[in-house]
């Protein structure tokens, strides 16, 4: 499946992304966790993404696609991708269509995860990733702890609260997600793209992935 995973941070396309990998082999595609790995690898990119990451600002569009117009070509993606948190801004989506144009390749749905503001404030506060930039595993304190406190189950590394998930930093990717990325719901509606699951369990988004896609 070749699918792009809409939502505000913390509505769940990371869970969502991770589960639908296990229905058929297409990837998961995760620029925060792209960037997050060139931070810590202190790679060119990581230097020139980190200020940026850790004010809860987006990283300039042609960081986003140079990463971007690579990853689509690597062989894995040939089963089908999921793209979480890409695109965040209209000319990211302008960019990818032509992209995807030019490569050849059409996509099945553009998914809206539509969870309360309440819920994703809750849950972003709560929320703990694996610091090994190769899992990035992730968990909650209340609703899904790791097994041993503190350490990763999958990998055994520590399991963190990420910098930009201070309350500060938060509100202020909330407020970047309501300006910059919210107007792609509308944007992939007029392409004939778009679906919106409004339920707050990932299993809920899931199935009416699988349905809309028949599967
Ligand atoms: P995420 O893990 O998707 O919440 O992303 C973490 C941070 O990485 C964001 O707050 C941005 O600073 C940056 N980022 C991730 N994806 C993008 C993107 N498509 N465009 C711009 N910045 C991004």
């Keep these: 499946m070749k699918l792009i995973l809409l939502g505000a941070p913390g509505a769940g396309k990371g869970t969502v992304a991770k589960m639908l990998t296990e229905l058929d082999g297409s990837v998961q595609i995760s620029t925060g966790d792209i960037l997050r790995g060139a931070v810590q690898a202190g790679t060119e990119l990581g230097k020139q993404a980190e200020a940026f990451m850790k004010a809860g600002d987006l990283v300039p569009d042609e960081l986003i696609m140079g990463i971007m117009e690579s990853r689509l070509q690597e062989p894995d993606c040939d ?58 595993a992730i968990y909650n304190v209340k ?33 970047t997600y309501n300006e910059k990325t919210a107007p ?7 392409e004939g793209l778009l679906i919106t699951s409004d339920a707050t369990s990932s299993d809920a988004v899931i199935n009416l992935i699988k349905e809309k896609l028949g599967l």
Aim: charge should be negative; hydrophobic fraction near 35%; proline fraction near 6%.
């Design 143 to 175: 609703s899904n702890p790791p097994k041993q406190e503190g350490v990763c189950d999958m990998c055994g590394s520590p399991v963190v609260q990420r910098e930009d998930e201070t309350e500060e930093a938060i509100s202020h990717r909330l407020e």
């Design 184 to 190: 792609l719901i509308g944007f992939y509606d007029k």
């Design 79 to 136: 089963k089908g991708f999921l793209l979480d948190g890409f695109p965040r801004t209209i000319p990211q989506a302008d960019a990818l269509k032509e992209l995807l144009a030019k490569l050849n390749i059409e996509l099945d749905m553009a998914v809206n995860i539509d969870v309360p503001r309440d819920v994703i404030l809750d849950r972003l506060t709560t929320r703990r990733t694996c610091s090994n930039t190769d899992c990035q």
